[in-house]
């Protein structure tokens, strides 16, 4: 079945460090990939997404690629804020047949100032 | 516009009492889902709709009963709480024509003694 696979955490940095959080998908078809980020005491809000291979989504310095050859979505950030910390989640969305929307089991980031 | 709204915030359950999490949204959004966030495991669906009075089970449906009589609102009931489904519940919607991005609520957290 479709799953999705990210780094283990915490991931700890110093502010302006360079961030990579890496993400594997399990799914047959093309599926939409997304990052989410969860902020401490709140609900999780979209970070940025893709719906096709090689596609870049990006926002607020983030970046990820939709790699159909390694089935990867890696999040990419050139230099972290302290306000980056949060927990951040990739997931899947499948529309063909049953809908399906699956989530990573999150990474933790925290940044250091 | 307020988005997707949980209620309430933190609940405290004795075992075997039962309770409603309520959840709306004003957006319009044919698709609802609710989600338990449990530490290292991520977000896991419990069940979901694709529209008023239509609704499916998730990955993790058992003790939970959901209805979709209106658009706005998807209630997750809980018949019989367990100490097993102490954890955080979020809900989301999303509009199933445009971009397949969920929208969360705040969440509640709910605690089972």
């Known amino acids: 079945g479709d799953s999705v696979t990210q780094m283990e955490g915490p991931v700890t940095l110093s502010e302006e460090a360079f961030l990579t959080i890496n993400c594997t998908y399990t799914?047959?078809?093309?599926?939409?990939l997304f990052w989410y980020v969860q902020y401490p005491g709140e609900g999780l809000q979209l970070l940025l997404k893709?719906?096709?291979?090689?596609d870049k989504g990006s926002n607020k310095g983030f970046e990820a690629t939709y790699r159909k050859e390694t089935t990867s979505f890696h999040l990419e950030k050139g230099s972290v804020q302290v306000s980056d910390s949060a927990v951040y989640f990739c997931?899947?969305?499948?529309?063909?047949?049953?809908?399906?929307?699956?989530f990573g089991t999150g990474t933790r980031l925290k940044v250091l100032a | 516009n307020a988005g997707v709204t949980q209620t309430p915030k933190f609940q405290v359950l004795k075992t075997g009492q039962s309770m409603t999490l309520q959840c709306a949204q004003d957006?319009?959004?044919?698709?609802m889902s609710w989600y338990r966030q449990d530490p290292g495991m991520g977000l896991r669906l419990i069940h979901y709709?694709?529209?008023?009075?239509?609704?499916d089970q998730g990955e993790v449906p058992n003790g939970y009963n959901v209805s979709r009589s209106t658009t706005e609102d998807f209630p997750l009931r809980l018949l019989s709480a367990a100490p097993s489904q102490t954890s955080v519940y979020f809900c989301?919607?999303?509009?199933?024509?445009?971009?397949?991005?969920?929208?969360f609520g705040p969440g509640t957290r709910l605690l089972v003694l």
């Open positions: 997931a899947l969305s499948r529309t063909s047949g049953t809908y399906k929307y699956i």
């Open positions: 799914a047959t078809g093309y599926p939409s």
């Open positions: 893709a719906t096709k291979a090689d």
């Open positions: 957006m319009n959004h044919e698709y």
């Open positions: 709709s694709v529209g008023a009075g239509i609704t």
């Open positions: 989301a919607s999303l509009n199933l024509g445009s971009g397949e991005t969920q929208y």
